[in-house]
């Protein structure tokens, strides 16, 4: 009787061990499924992060040209504004020697 006993005890641990493994095996399952989604997140979240950057890279290089483009309007200003200084001296020139002329005219008039 007492190694009956034995036996139901030992047959009890037994499948309890067994129960106890595929709760086990069952976590292990669940632990890669969670791995396996995280992995995928992670993918995802790479791709858009390559995808954000290659945006960033391309708004710098529009950036950069805006710069560019606005530094050569702005030379171009500065040019236009000297030849319309120069523009306007000599114009001043000339019109003092058409004073001087007109001054010169009204003396032999006289």
Sequence with gaps: AA???EKAALRAQSQE???ALV???AEKDAALASLCALEERVAELL???AHLLQESRDQ???ARAAS???ATL???LALAHEQTSAARE???RQGKAAELDAAAFQGTVH
């Design 3 to 5: 190694l009956g006993a």
């Design 17 to 19: 061990g067994e129960a």
């Design 23 to 25: 709760a086990l095996r």
């Design 47 to 49: 791709e858009q992060q």
């Design 60 to 62: 710098a290089a529009e």
């Design 68 to 70: 560019a483009h606005l």
């Design 74 to 76: 702005s030379d171009d």
């Design 90 to 92: 000599e114009a001043a």
